[in-house]
């Protein structure tokens, strides 16, 4: 019997780069995602595992990111998500449009009243 190699197929490798992404150590996901990118050989598939990674891997190390206009930064989570690409930074009260894989944050506006916490919840913050 002869041993033949069997070629992945297209899944499999994105499953495979994704694995890897998302057990980067935190702050080091550029660094795997250039070596991943290297052994992949393969733009297309590249760039489906950074996509579904990328926004995985930065929501739960709670990456912050600094805003474009110099106001602040905006903490990447669950909780700030509005939708795949826009979190609220509820103290300034701005939506930021963050590029996960890049990891910058593109564009900043004003969030609109039914994005912003209801007055009930606001009475409970803590302010110092």
Sequence with gaps: ME???EEMGEKQKVEMAKWFLLNSP?????YVAKDVRSVLMDEHIYSMATAE???IHNKSHMISLEMPNQSGQVIVTEFSELDGTH???PRTAQVATVNHVKQVCTAV???ADDELASIYV???RYVE
């Design 122 to 124: 606001e009475e409970y």
């Design 53 to 55: 990674a990328f926004p």
């Design 3 to 5: 041993d033949e190699e």
């Design 87 to 89: 979190y609220l930074d």
């Design 109 to 111: 506006r004003p969030a």
């Design 26 to 30: 935190p702050g080091e996901i550029q």
